[in-house]
């Protein structure tokens, strides 16, 4: 039996991104999550050995459930109100140096700190000054649409 996954993680956050020339969509991210869904993420969860590899798992599960083109889940552990990458959907790996990572968790943070959904284009223009760093991530990721939740 594997060991249940540490409480040292006190939040989990969710980020999407769809491509720039709309040949994917986020059809999904506008209904409520259904319950065949929910179950059969909560169902697998137990089986992974950390918080990592149940946020790589969560990751490419919402990526396959939602269609976009990928999907990070960040951890922000012992009551920090910084998240750091733990999965991203499609990647074993990665270079937590890099600017690619840094982006992520610069929009995954921003989040955090408004403590509300985030997203890029800003749903109002007031939002706007608010999201930069996911201005910054799309642009870096050609990407149409970020939105994060935390």
Request: hydrophobic share 40%.
């Amino acid at each position: 039996m594997t060991p249940a996954i540490p409480h040292t993680t006190d939040c989990w956050v969710v980020q999407t991104w769809t491509e720039v020339d709309g040949t994917q969509t986020t059809a999904r991210s506008s209904e409520p999550l259904n319950a065949a869904f929910i179950l059969q993420a909560i169902a697998e969860l137990p089986r992974c050995a950390d918080a990592g590899q149940a946020s790589r798992l969560l990751a490419n599960q919402l990526q396959a459930w939602l269609g976009c083109r990928q999907v990070a889940i960040g951890l922000c552990r012992g009551g920090r109100r910084q998240c750091k990458i733990g999965g991203l959907s499609g990647v074993g790996r990665f270079d937590k140096h890099s600017s690619f990572v840094r982006a992520v968790q610069d929009a995954l943070n921003e989040a955090v700190v408004r403590d509300t959904e985030t997203q890029w284009p800003s749903a109002s223009d007031q939002q706007r000054h608010s999201s930069r760093a996911h201005e910054t991530l799309a642009s870096l990721l050609g990407a149409e649409y970020v939105f994060s939740v935390p």
